[in-house]
């Protein structure tokens, strides 16, 4: 079985050289010159911003109309205290934001692009976590932080969301190499929020629906984007 294997690629093999060089010259040029013409059209990315860092691709269908695919990945975490109805506490946010995004980008002009497209979010939510610091006394009763407990409030969004924005400079580099900038908005679902708490806070989770209520029109999403192009012919 082995040798019949052999054999079949040996001849296969063997055959493809055959065409190869039967092949006109003038065919072996016009393959080239495709492939040229798609690297000349096409172009990769690195970026960072506000939607935090990724990497996409770009292609241009027509000389002033260009798709782009790519992904972004951002998490920020402060931790920082703040004294609210004179109780002390110490408080985690943390937010997490990564998706894969397709645009349309119109060029009427070789500096500005016009970006319209949509954003698949894998991860679009926050947390804040609130621990009381200090003892506080009611009522003649005093409580220590472990008593009073703590509270959890988590705001999240649907995965899809449409985006529209503006693109300066080149989206494909002239030459090799250039930097341009995406300024836009992505417009997010109406919040969801949740809100738990432990011990003495415990009964807090009826709140989750009233700032649910206060946040609905919390739908914005700010994009400002430094973008590193690469077009991936050398001309």
């Known amino acids: 079985m082995r040798k019949r294997l052999l054999s079949m690629f040996l001849l296969l093999f063997s055959g493809g050289l055959l065409f190869a060089q039967d092949l006109p010259a003038d065919s072996t040029k016009k393959s080239v010159s495709d492939s ?17 860092f990724g ?44 998706n894969l995004h397709l645009w349309a980008e ?10 319209a497209g949509a954003g698949y979010f894998f991860k679009l939510k926050a947390k804040a976590v609130t621990v009381p610091n200090e003892s506080i006394t009611q009522d003649g009763i005093t409580l220590e932080p472990e008593e009073i407990g703590s509270l959890t409030t988590e705001v999240s969004y649907k995965k899809f969301a449409p985006y ?47 700032l649910e209520r206060n ?6 999403l700010p994009v400002l984007q430094l973008n590193l192009s690469f077009k991936l012919s050398k001309s």
């Open 36 to 52: 040229l013409s798609y690297l000349e059209k096409s172009s990769i990315q690195l970026h960072g911003g506000t939607q935090g």
């Open 55 to 98: 990497i996409s691709a770009r292609y241009a269908f027509l000389p002033m109309l260009s798709g782009r695919l790519g992904g972004s990945f951002g998490s920020v975490k402060i931790s920082e205290g703040i004294e609210f109805d004179n109780l002390s506490s110490d408080n985690t946010l943390k937010a997490e934001l990564s």
């Open 106 to 115: 119109f060029s009427p002009l070789s500096w500005l692009r016009i970006n």
């Open 164 to 210: 529209f924005g503006l693109g300066l400079g080149r989206g494909i580099p002239k030459h090799r190499f250039n930097v341009n900038f995406d300024i836009g908005t992505y417009y997010l679902s109406s919040p969801h929020v949740t809100m738990t708490g432990t011990e003495y806070l415990e009964d807090n989770s009826h709140n989750g629906p009233i």
């Open 215 to 220: 946040m609905r029109d919390y739908r914005w």
